[in-house]
């Protein structure tokens, strides 16, 4: 960023500071990404400042802060989701754990940094889990636990952009959430994805639109919770129809990556007009028609304890972009300095052609200490051979 951008050493659980900077820098929008300010109400704050905002206020961010309020929302507006119960306490849990069938997903409510999700294979696990979430192992996130029941599909994330009345579709895409190939070992925040995610038809996205996101956007507007922002659905295609499995309140990572390759639009401008409530009723976004891929090279040992410091030589990349996350200039050079570490991105005319690319140049790329899936994009690039 530090090439492109100023970066600045601002404390974000500050907000008297961050609104004192946006003052004396004459700030015009202020997009505020990750979920815990938002969960903590930045956005309120800044707005009560004075400033443009992008991103949803403290009570419409509990779509993602609590997955308990989430399903009540579910509720109210009758939107397809997993059964579920919502628990407050270990023993009425383990009570209610006999009314789902197993495998079942047990759910820290408040927000756990991607972890608070167990999908309990045995009874005996999803015993463990609800015991571990009461018992203090989520901290906070676990004083309230949802029980799901586990739901059966290929899953898809959608994205939605409303300044809480008018809606307009920001594309699809696809994540990899497990850090091994072909979806094993530990959940992470995702180590590639592509975009648009063609197993969500336009008719679909029609559905997704009319039963999970128009009536979403209605209720949190009556309910007195307006949402300005993205709408992130994580959704489950089942036998029954799309079915939402979360929503998030940013673009998500590494969702974003490939969704910002393919929006062809002036973005801060689109952003400033939605902190602004300045949306025209269904306006058409401009896409490329390409699909976007991009892999995420991490470091060795994440998701539970990466090894930083590697270094990373890029070597000559001319076909892709690459995305810097956890990485840090030492002494001159370019190391790893996190988790997920780099995100290589290429868009071409098929998910099979992006994949070759990202794939090409990552051979070119010399990072020891680092690794990545090899499959990404595996279930679009199995139906395109298919035709
Ligand atoms: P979440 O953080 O709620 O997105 O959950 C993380 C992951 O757990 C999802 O991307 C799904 O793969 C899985 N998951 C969550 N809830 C369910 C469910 N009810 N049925 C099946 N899988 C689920
Ligand atoms: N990649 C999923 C997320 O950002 O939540």
Known sequence: MAEVAENSDLNISDHVAVAKFCRSHAIDLVVVGPEAPLVAGL?????QAGFSVFGPDKAAAQLEGSKAFTKSICDKANI???AYAHLHDKASALTALDDFQIPVVIKADGLAA??????AETHQQAQDAIEDMFGG??????AQVVIEEFMQGEEASFFALTDGENIIRFGSAQDHKRVGEGDTGPNTGGMGAYSPAPVLTQSLEDTVMRDIIEPTVKTMAAEGMAYNGVLFAGLMLTEDGPKLIEYNCRFGDPEC???????QGDLALLLKR???SDLGADEAMEFSKQSAMTVVMAAKGYPASPEKGGAINLGA?????IFHAGTAFKDGALVANGGRVLNVTAMADSVTAAQKSVYAAIDKIDFPSGFYRRDIGYREIAREEKG
């Open 114 to 119: 991607g972890k608070g999700v167990i999908i």
């Open 43 to 47: 956005a309120n704050d800044l707005r």
């Open 137 to 142: 192992g989520f901290g906070d996130a676990g």
């Open 80 to 82: 397809p989701t997993a």
């Open 274 to 276: 939605i902190a602004d």
């Open 317 to 321: 990349q001319d076909d892709v972009q």
């Open 257 to 263: 990556q490939v969704l910002m390759m393919r929006y």
